[in-house]
């Protein structure tokens, strides 16, 4: 009989202290349920009239196209003398119609590791690089349809962030000058995702966590529910909303271009600056392909939003690859989230292999073990 512990490290006051804020909740969550019932046809009528609402099946009918999913994780050991990173991505093959050829039978992947002192940088270099590789395995997929979880332009934003912080060192790490070298040319594959080269191909993003209230704002609704909330109580299955421009985005506008190192500077300008013009034309679209899926938004460049078939593609990868009530994401966003986040267990298994070839390459075992454990006590468990 298997022995259920999941409240085994909670004193069980504080558990039962938890559990008495139950019916709290349960009537907050119980009220906006019944607001947003109470306004659903006032709300889809609105919607309709601003020319947002449509129906996928009015779309031109297309194949299913071949598609795969990139996902990122990083992992951040704090040792005693070090921080030890990794950065990581995955690529899965989405489900593969059987009149399509698979192209990635097995999932793709691409790894960063370094071992750095302590320094408040590093978790924003080890995000900067993890963004990168994500880019790096988008831009080689050659499936029709590449789902990227995540805004398209996060990957901007998290190199603004790294640069940033890596400025604000009076010691650059050593791996900043990888950072810095590889900058420039994720740039350039970030750019073919904002505007794609080849026309038979779509890069999207899908991000599963998302605040934005683009459609809220022009429905007038006043409470703070973010738009895929709000969208999965509109929407029927099969519809969708059209097109339309991010308003209140997280752009990065203010990229430390004069932060980069003078070598890099001039071309790192350029890049970013048509980058950034591409990230102001992305579209948003929220579908529901499925009744058991909540909203799902995709954010997309324009040239694939504009473009009646290209979307009818997306739109179409969207709800076969989401064809079972024990998914809320497509397939192979699903698989490459499942698999690239036991990245940290992964790490702490590095960790301890690096302890035992050091202890033996060391004459001071002590000195070895205690170098390489980490500052918490809780990592003295095996991976």
């Known amino acids: ?9 909670l004193p069980a006051a504080l558990v039962e202290e938890l559990l008495e804020k139950t019916p709290v909740l349960t009537r ?42 990139v996902d990122g994780s ?35 992947h691409a790894v ?45 934003i998290a190199f603004d962030q ?24 994720r740039l ?16 999207v993003g899908i991000p599963k966590y998302t605040t934005r209230r683009e459609v809220a704002s022009l429905l007038g609704v006043k409470d703070k529910i973010d738009d895929r909330a709000l969208l999965t109580s509109l929407l029927e299955p099969g519809e969708y909303t059209r097109p339309m421009p991010l308003r209140q985005a997280r752009r990065p506008h203010g990229f430390g271009i004069s932060l980069v190192p003078a070598q890099y500077r001039a071309r790192t300008d350029q890049l970013v600056h048509k980058v950034l013009q591409r990230v102001d034309t992305l ?17 997309l460049p324009a040239a694939t939003a504009t473009d009646p078939e290209r979307l009818a593609s997306v739109l179409e990868v969207v709800r076969f690859q989401s064809g079972t009530g024990a998914l809320f994401e497509p397939f192979p966003l699903f698989l490459a989230d499942r698999m690239i986040r036991h990245l940290r267990r992964a790490t702490r298994a590095l960790r301890h292999a690096v302890r035992e070839a050091a202890s033996r390459e060391y004459p001071v075992f002590e000195e070895v073990f205690l170098a390489l454990e980490s500052y918490r006590s809780e990592a003295f468990r095996s991976p």
């Open 1 to 9: 009989m298997t022995t259920h512990t999941i409240f085994l490290d």
């Open 28 to 69: 907050s969550v119980v009220a906006q349920l019944e607001e947003r019932t109470a306004r659903r046809a006032e709300l889809r009528d609105r919607l309709a009239a601003l020319g947002l609402l449509a129906r996928v099946e009015e779309l031109p009918a297309v194949p299913t196209p071949t598609s795969c999913g």
């Open 74 to 108: 990083v992992a951040v050991e704090r040792l005693l003398a070090h921080d030890l990173l990794v950065a990581g991505a995955l690529a899965v093959e989405g489900l593969t119609p059987p009149s399509e050829q698979r192209y990635w039978p097995e999932p793709r």
């Open 112 to 156: 960063w590791v370094e071992l750095e002192p302590h320094s408040d940088a590093n978790d924003l270099l080890a995000r900067a690089m993890m963004a990168g590789l994500e880019v790096e395995l988008a831009v080689q997929a050659p499936h029709d349809v590449v789902l990227v979880d995540g805004s398209l332009a996060t990957p901007l």
């Open 162 to 185: 790294a640069a940033r912080a890596l400025a604000a060192q009076n010691e650059q790490p050593a791996s900043a000058a990888n950072f810095w070298d590889c900058l420039p040319r």
């Open 188 to 203: 350039e594959l970030l750019l073919r995702l904002l505007d794609p080269p080849d026309q038979r191909q779509s890069w």
């Open 283 to 299: 579209q948003a679209v929220y579908t529901r392909p499925h009744r058991w899926l909540p909203a799902l938004r995709i954010e």
